[in-house]
């Protein structure tokens, strides 16, 4: 457990360096302790944010093979973000159609992410309608489908996607900010006004914008 809070430490604040140097002293421990499939997802956020996909390749490997560790659904997410995001579209692929078990939302989110940084319209537009099937309800999934066939000059495809999802009435969901003040966490959702103190919040933010 310490070892690979460590790792994961390291990796969530960008330092690659740091959490693969821990995982290289943890293996000289070999004999007291030997990584988990907590430890792999560590070293390969760390390889996505160093954009290090040997590396990240190297560790699926050893997870699988020599420590016999059965990839989750978390290490497919990581992996697939990581060739993502180098624009390794047909590995990306080769991992999806290899998947023990369905891919998640997660899993499509980072396909997208990949396909919107390099313009790869038609995987994304396939990784969106893969998110519209496990969530139809959520409007923002469509907006995004909507707006791929905009930019790719699909106007036919956009009316059909917005009458789907006037007729769905689906929502999408509205981005949220919270803070903690008195030992008490308040959420705030964009464009709503339920709070009770939603006039005194408005009008200390209309002198701020003023201000501004």
């Given at each position: 457990?310490?070892?690979?809070?460590?790792?994961?430490?390291?990796?969530?604040?960008g330092e690659i360096g740091g959490a693969i140097s821990v995982f290289e002293?943890?293996?000289?421990?070999?004999?007291?302790?030997?990584?988990?499939?907590v430890t792999?997802?560590?070293l390969l956020n760390a390889c996505t944010h160093g954009g290090l996909v040997k590396e990240g390749r190297f560790y699926f490997d050893l997870m699988t093979r020599v420590y016999d560790i059965e990839p989750q659904i978390e290490h497919y997410g990581c992996l697939i973000d990581l060739l993502g995001r180098a624009g390794r579209f047909e590995e990306v692929m080769e991992v999806v159609r290899g998947m023990r078990m369905p891919p998640d939302e997660v899993v499509w989110g980072s396909l997208l992410n990949g396909c919107k940084i390099h313009g790869r319209i038609d995987l994304?537009?396939?990784a969106v309608k893969k998110l519209v099937e496990i969530d139809p309800n959520n409007g923002g999934y469509g907006a995004m489908l909507a707006n791929i066939y905009v930019e790719s000059g699909k106007w036919d495809e956009v009316r059909?996607?917005?009458?789907?999802?006037?007729?769905?009435?689906a929502q999408k969901t509205p981005g949220c900010s919270w803070i903690e003040v008195d030992n008490q966490v308040r959420q705030f959702y964009s464009v709503d006004k339920t709070h009770p103190k939603t006039e005194e919040i408005y009008t200390i933010l209309d002198c701020l914008v003023g201000f501004s």
């Open positions: 457990m310490s070892w690979n809070s460590m790792i994961n430490c390291f990796a969530l604040h002293e943890m293996m000289l421990c070999k004999d007291d302790v030997k990584p988990d499939g792999f997802v560590g994304a537009e396939f059909k996607v917005r009458k789907i999802l006037k007729e769905q009435n």
